[in-house]
């Protein structure tokens, strides 16, 4: 990332100053069920903080439309609400936090997942001697099944709507794109008892696991008010922390 100092040398011919240090955050790990709000507020903090946010799902449905071999072997499992397999997710994200975006910080939205998955990480926090922070949001199990129920999402920009809490301008269209919006593969009903069935059994226990590792974590009540109270709440914990 190009520094202010590296742009602003001084005199032809002066010797350029060393780049300014960023401290680096503590990497933020976004940890909740399915539908409690892991991606809108990761984009939040991401503007907020100026470091990436890194979403699994989102890079492995970017793996899907490319239709590589990643996205082939993802697909099957996300399309059924199952977990895709752990080395080909601990590789994305190996590959990702190489990239030098992510020296001064990172969000983590939506992995870890599983007890292997979190290992995988621990392993990589150690060798870049960082401790992680986990936001975990907490929400009331019939609000999620309400909410995920009435996703709609942009097929072009991304764009997530809720039928009940944050309808589009004109019903069933996006209010960027024009585009007709559409219900994720992952958000229908049967496929959505999967996912939350695999949280409480794959993902759910982790929460022991960042206890056992002495992790902090931050519980946050995000089941009511809108996605900016929210966000000011998880603000408040990590100043706090
Ligand atoms: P998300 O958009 O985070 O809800 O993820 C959508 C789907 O992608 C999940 O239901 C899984 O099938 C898959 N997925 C996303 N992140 C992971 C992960 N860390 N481990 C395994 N599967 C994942």
Request: hydrophobic residues 35%; neutral net charge.
């Amino acid at each position: 990332m190009e520094t202010g100092s590296a742009r602003n040398s001084g005199a032809t011919g002066a010797a350029p100053k060393a780049p300014v240090s960023r401290p680096q955050m503590a990497p933020l790990i976004l940890f909740g069920s399915p539908g409690s709000g892991k991606g809108t507020q990761s984009k939040l903090l991401m503007e907020r903080l100026n470091i990436p946010q890194i979403s699994t799902g989102d890079m492995l449905r970017e793996h899907i439309r490319e239709g590589n071999g990643i996205g082939e072997k993802a697909h099957a499992s996300m399309k059924n609400g199952a977990l895709v397999c752990d080395d080909l997710v601990n590789d994305l994200v190996r590959q990702r936090l190489a990239e030098c975006d992510c020296d001064h910080g990172f969000i983590l939205d939506g992995y870890p997942r599983t007890r292997d998955q979190a290992e995988y990480l621990t392993g990589i926090m150690a060798q870049r001697g960082v401790t992680p922070v986990v936001i975990h949001l907490v929400v009331d199990y019939n609000i999620i099944i309400a909410r995920l129920a009435g996703r709609r999402q942009c097929p072009r920009c991304g764009t997530l709507y809720n039928v009940l809490s944050k309808p589009p301008r004109v019903a069933g269209v996006c209010d960027l794109e024009g585009e007709a919006l559409i219900i994720r593969e992952d958000d229908r009903e049967q496929v959505i008892r999967e996912r939350l069935d695999a949280y409480e059994r794959q993902t759910r226990p982790l929460i022991d696991y960042f206890r056992e590792k002495g992790r902090r974590l931050v519980e946050v009540d995000a089941s009511g008010g809108t996605p900016d109270q929210i966000f000011e709440q998880i603000c408040r914990s990590i100043q706090s922390e």
